[in-house]
């Protein structure tokens, strides 16, 4: 085998599961603080795609720009959703927000199904067939982005919650409960923040795959699940573990597509999710229970 | 006054005008005319049975557009018809149910479904209740083996279409004058795509085509990301690229090719869905320029094609007008030539009309449409439709092409 197709093999596993980990961190922050698992993951990514569709086609701004827009927009759905829905539920059992979650995942689905029907929607632009030439190695230049935004993403979140003030306070809710009650920290306030950090991650992923893949309102469901990997992979609650996380989903992906067949891709990432749950069932950068 | 008073007070009947009635009745059936124009003036009932929603919603919704926009078309041409619609939600089962409900409620015909299976069932009540099923879309050979005799098939079974498709390659490759030597090929792993397959590998050689087949790359149709194979296709360095896809991994593929610099002499289905379709050009634009599928299409030269696309642009300016709207089309227009040459709706009169059919103006190329004894149309013929100027043209057979073929197609940086 030419090792400049293997050397290309790797890069684009990498680069793909830079931006996969860049999805499942809004899920790895909202579980990692509220106990909460999204099942609506994958949906709040489509509808960060769809905002950015609409945005380039009602107004002509392009994904990269219309970036910080769809995170702020995705922000408020999901610190509104967090207050007014998922808190209703925050002490119910886990199989009642799980019932909650996967309603909110049917009922964006077909919203999206009814305002823009089927057929899968677009962004084109003439850089997102761009690729960088280097020595034996051609890199996509829009994964080159979005891995950049992804470990960019990662870095702020890790930084937030390190050192800001509401950051810690977040991290006080997440490792003490009561004690972060008992010294008056405004927790549900706090938890819809988390919600809406998540879903503004969310945003910054749907925005940078549009450039990636084209959107349809059934694209949700296969998202959700390869979050969940990646996820349990990583160590659910853990920023950099969802990072890990993608990138191991990435490289099996490549790997085993390049050396054995692609059909059977999705059979690696499982088995990778088995092995996982058999060895580290935390996850490999997850905190033991 | 109550209407029982009213009907009781009523002027009785006197011999005289019931002698005259009698008269009169007599004279109009000796003529005959007004009780068969009355008949004749009575649109045709075609049951619709095709899958609206399930998974197969986005081409039974398509389909569904071919049936409508018939109805004026044909009313144009002087034919009655009107349209009974059932959802078969993807499902034989219901396509059974809702084929029964619309034989009581007095289809006179019915059509569809364009999955085999759901086809298979409503042929069975067809001919147990001895209503005639005209096939508008269906490739299972079964469906016209089982000795039925109100089943009429206006499409090409999946050997026909395999046959078809695989034998225009050295066509074109001879009006090109250029033949690669090797392919690779990329398929959906779904049972359509398997069933290529095996099709493609028992006709290369039957066929005696001068490429070899060096890698084949199966997929998964609800693919994410195709970088992977497609570096894989890359990395065979075959001379053509074959493929058998749907519409979005198609999609997908394309863009990968663009970007890891992949320049085969030309990408050409053998009989796939996805690169002719509206959302193939509008998502690719420029690269989506000179790849070519073979499949049956509407014959450009035929009157009644330019009609019913203009009626389709017009009606549904978003929209692929594909084959699926041509076949569905199609299958209005032989039911209702039945009916006009029947002259009447009794489903033994309809199915020895449609059974001595042919039809010379049509939209597809092929022959006249005509039904053999197992009622399948032998006379239906595959096309190259190559991609250009933003719309699928026909390319080949020669006697229906709009242009001549390109092939190899220009580099991917080359397109302006």
């Known amino acids: 085998m030419p090792i400049d197709f293997l050397l290309n093999i790797l890069v684009a596993g990498l680069l793909t599961g830079l931006v996969y980990g860049l999805m499942a961190l809004g899920l790895s922050a909202i579980f990692g603080v509220m106990k909460v698992v999204n099942f609506a993951h994958g949906d709040m990514m489509v509808v960060a795609m769809y905002a950015t569709y609409t945005l380039y086609t009602a107004a002509g701004l392009e994904p990269v720009a219309a970036l ?32 909650l979650l996967l309603g909110v995942a049917m009922v964006i689905t077909n919203g999206t199904l009814m305002v823009f029907g089927p057929d899968a929607r677009n962004v084109q632009l003439d850089y997102a067939f761009d690729s960088y030439n280097v020595g034996p190695l051609i890199v996509d230049k829009v994964r080159v982005i979005a891995a950049g935004v992804a470990g960019g993403t990662a870095l702020l979140l890790a930084a937030f919650f390190r050192f800001t003030v509401t950051g810690k306070a977040i991290r006080a809710c997440a490792d003490n409960f009561t004690g972060a009650q008992v010294v008056g920290l405004h927790v549900n ?52 573990g969802a990072l890990l996380g993608g990138v191991l989903v990435g490289l099996s992906e490549a790997l085993s597509g390049a050396l054995i067949a692609p059909s059977l891709k999705s059979m690696f990432s499982f088995g990778l999710l088995i092995l996982v749950l058999l060895l580290r069932p935390q996850g490999l950068l997850g905190k033991q229970a | ?49 095709l899958p609206r929603s399930g998974h197969l919603a986005l081409i039974g919704q398509q389909c569904q557009r071919g049936a409508d926009i018939a109805v004026p078309l044909l009313a144009d041409m002087g034919h009655s018809v009107t349209l009974m619609n059932a959802d078969i939600e993807s499902s034989p089962d219901v396509a059974r149910t809702q084929a029964e409900k619309l034989i009581r409620e007095g289809a006179h015909v019915l059509m569809g479904a364009f999955q085999s299976d759901a086809t298979a069932a409503i042929a069975q009540v067809a001919e147990q209740k001895g209503i005639p099923f005209i096939v508008n879309i269906a490739a299972d050979p079964a469906i016209t083996e089982q000795g039925y005799k109100f089943t009429f098939r206006n499409f090409p079974t999946s050997p026909m279409l395999g046959m078809g498709g695989m034998s225009l390659f050295k066509d074109i490759f001879a009006a090109t004058g250029t033949t690669p030597k090797t392919a690779v090929l990329m398929h959906v792993n779904d049972s359509f795509g398997m069933s290529m397959l095996k099709g493609i590998q028992a006709l290369t050689p039957k066929l005696n085509l001068p490429f070899k087949i060096v890698e084949t790359i199966a997929y998964d149709p609800k693919a994410r990301d195709l970088s992977i194979e497609v570096a894989k296709a890359k990395a065979a360095g075959a001379d053509m690229h074959m493929v058998v896809s749907r519409l ?16 085969p002499m030309g990408i050409i289905s053998p009989g796939s869905p996805g690169m002719y379709e509206k959302q193939f050009f509008k998502a690719l634009g420029k690269y989506s320029e000179y790849c070519i599928t073979n499949v049956p299409w509407f014959d450009p030269k035929q009157e009644m094609t330019s009609v019913l696309g203009a009626a389709f642009e017009k009606a549904y300016p978003d929209q692929s007008y594909e084959l699926n709207i041509g076949f569905t089309f199609e299958a209005v227009l032989i039911a209702a030539d039945a009916y006009k040459r029947a002259g009447s709706t009794d489903s033994k009169a309809l199915a020895e009309a449609l059974r001595a059919s042919n039809i010379a103006k049509r939209v597809m190329i092929g022959g006249p449409i005509q039904f053999d004894e197992k009622g399948q149309n032998k006379n239906l013929k595959s096309a190259a439709v190559q991609n250009r100027g933003g719309k699928p043209v026909v390319v080949m057979p020669k006697e229906s092409a709009e242009m001549a073929p390109v092939f190899p197609m220009p580099g991917w940086k080359a397109r302006s």
């Not at chain 1, 795959?209 to 996820?231: E, K, Q, W």
């Not at chain 2, 009635?21 to 075609?46: E, Q």
């Not at chain 2, 979005?248 to 663009?258: F, P, Y």
């Open chain 1, 68 to 99: 910080p827009l769809v995170a702020a927009g995705l922000f408020v759905f999901g610190f509104a959703l967090q207050r007014g829905l998922v808190n209703r539920f925050i002490n119910a059992t886990e199989h009642m927000q799980f019932l």
């Open chain 1, 189 to 240: 306030h706090l938890y819809a923040v988390t919600f809406g950090i998540g879903a503004a991650c969310v945003g910054v992923a749907g925005t940078l795959l549009l450039l990636i893949t084209d959107v349809h309102p059934h694209l949700s469901t296969d998202y959700t699940l390869l979050g969940f990997i990646i996820v349990i992979l990583g160590g659910l609650g853990s920023l950099g």
């Open chain 2, 1 to 49: 006054m109550s209407k029982k008073s009213e009907i009781l007070s009523a002027k009785p009947i006197s011999r005289r005008l019931f002698t005259g009635g009698i008269a009169a009745g007599a004279a109009l059936a000796a003529t005959g005319l007004p009780t068969r124009r009355a008949r004749a003036a009575a649109p045709l009932k075609i049951g619709v049975l």
């Open chain 2, 248 to 263: 979005n991994d198609a999609i997908l593929m394309v863009r990968e090719m663009v970007k890891q610099q992949y320049e």
